[in-house]
């Protein structure tokens, strides 16, 4: 108790601590990703398969992310902990960028330092984006980025601030398409004030949608010539579970909207509950320019994702669409702390320590969850043995290291990667994998499989020109990761051997 005492008096006095603990979880998030398994969630096998490529556009997300994991993974190698660096960078540079621009507008630092708080409070950061999401992380980044332009034009107006503030706009229409929704209501936000809306109409604008325009030029270009392939899957996704009543489904959508703000903005609101009890019920009618800037701001947000939903009928919003709208949430309710004067002298250890309890309970328990789970027969993505699969085949082979790969499993294009960084891996259901060429089908080759046969691969096979006939399939069994060999997965493989 001394020793959570002699902190909290630390965090008081002193508020900028709170960006070095930031900078320890972070650095400890990556440190118990790389540790807790060599598997694979879902984003992660699908950053690390797509880095091979540099395109202007990978399907229905825009690019932003892949280009970060791209260039990570061609400067220090693919591996997890490329995969985490990424994620976990953009994550502390969301809650650094955050502070800020809370700082523009707050005299309190210790209210800037619970704003930064505030964002790791949130689910979507602290649970779901240690576990698996990617490009709404790079949106949050985006978001963060975007309000401090934004603010320090409103505030201090400068080129340099326009310019920041176009960079950050371009950002994040090429990190997630719903991000175009951020800077439509900031600027809605603050019509209604003389003194900020002149700020519209400034010269500046114009080399700032300059910079715009030159960020999203390449995907730009890509999009009008794929349009289906870009959006298909995002209206797919929104539809989902649709029962064909246009006004049913319309309304579940509206339904899930609103239980997806709940579920992302009711914890902040508890954290924050919790730190300043009384204090923040009283703050809630406090109100002054900023307030109402940030509030309205927050509110046309949702609202337009609303209105977004039920144009295109969607069934399902998820916590995660709403992310990088909600993130503005601790700064509104900090402006409003600091609207009512109220007392923060230990506001900071008290909504650290619960919100601590959270984030680093998390990244503790997925990582004893990979161990502990196969106790109970509970087997998860990060349980499944395709790298030391990868890893035994290529071992065993007499021969050389294959050049490809070819696979209609994304956990077994990326756990090759890891394993054979030298070969190519080409996955069918990307459509913009290049071919192989003619030097790459006279060397071996390496085709995996796990719940289907060789057979669903023969077109695809054919179609890259590698002969199917000859080819002897085998299989193997492999323990699930942390099993004790309790319990096994069986894929199958098959060498390309050109010239037997």
């Not at 401090?148 to 229409?173: D, M, N, S």
């Not at 919790?274 to 009618?285: E, G, K, V, Y």
Request: glycine share 8%.
């Amino acid at each position: 108790m001394r020793a959570i005492r002699r902190i909290s008096d630390a965090l008081a006095r002193r508020p900028e601590l709170v960006l070095w603990l930031i900078t320890a979880y972070y650095v400890l998030a990556i440190i118990l990703r790389v540790l807790r398994s060599e598997a694979l969630e879902s984003d992660e096998a699908e950053q690390l398969y797509q880095s091979q490529f540099l395109l202007m556009g990978y399907g229905r997300q825009p690019p932003f992310y892949n280009w970060l994991q791209y260039g990570v993974i061609h400067l220090i190698g693919p591996s997890i902990f490329a995969i985490s660096l990424v994620k976990n960078l953009l994550l502390f540079l969301t809650c650094a960028v955050y502070g800020l621009a809370a700082r523009i507008l707050l005299k309190d630092q210790r209210l800037v330092a619970i704003a930064m708080i505030g964002v790791i409070a949130m689910p979507a950061v602290s649970v779901m984006a240690q576990r698996d999401l990617t490009h709404a992380i790079a949106t949050l980044f985006a978001v963060a980025l975007f309000f401090y332009g934004f603010l320090k034009t409103l505030t201090q107006p400068r080129l340099w601030t326009y310019l920041l503030t176009g960079i950050a706009v371009g950002f994040g229409l090429i990190a997630k398409y719903n991000f175009v929704i951020v800077p439509v209501a900031a600027i809605l936000a603050i019509l209604p004030e003389p003194d900020l809306r002149r700020r519209i109409l400034d010269w500046r604008m114009v080399p700032a949608l300059a910079v715009v325009a030159v960020i999203c030029l390449p995907h730009g270009l890509w999009v009008l010539g794929n349009l289906g392939e870009a959006t298909a899957g995002t209206i797919k996704a929104m539809r989902e579970d649709a029962s064909g009543n246009p006004v049913l489904d319309r309304l579940s959508g509206i339904g899930t909207l609103f239980v997806a703000i709940l579920t992302g903005g009711l914890p902040v609101l508890a954290f924050f509950l919790i730190a300043f009890r009384r204090s923040l019920t009283d703050a809630w009618r406090a109100t002054n320019q900023w307030t109402r800037v940030i509030g309205r701001a927050l509110l046309l947000c949702l609202i337009a994702v609303g209105l977004i939903g039920l144009g295109f009928g969607a069934t399902n919003i998820s916590e995660k669409w709403l992310s990088p709208f909600l993130v503005l949430l601790p700064l509104y309710l900090c402006l409003k702390l600091e609207a009512a004067k109220a007392d923060t002298s230990r506001g900071i250890p008290r909504l650290l320590f619960p919100v601590a309890i959270l984030a680093l309970g998390f990244v503790a328990y997925i990582a004893l969850g990979n161990v502990v789970g196969p106790l109970f027969g509970n087997y998860t993505k990060e349980n499944l043995p395709s790298g030391p699969f990868i890893e035994q085949i290529a071992s065993e082979h007499p021969g050389p290291r294959p050049a490809y790969v070819i696979t209609d499993d994304p956990y077994l294009a990326a756990s090759a990667r890891l394993e054979l960084p030298q070969a190519r891996v080409l996955l069918p259901s990307f459509g913009q994998t290049p071919p192989l060429g003619e030097a790459e089908r006279r060397q071996p080759g390496l085709i995996v499989w796990r719940d289907s046969a060789l057979a669903a691969l023969n077109p695809y096979l054919q179609a890259n020109g590698v002969a199917t006939e000859g080819l002897a399939p085998a299989t193997k069994a492999v323990p699930y990761l942390f099993s004790g060999g309790r319990k096994s997965v069986t894929f199958g493989y098959a060498w390309v051997e050109p010239g037997r």
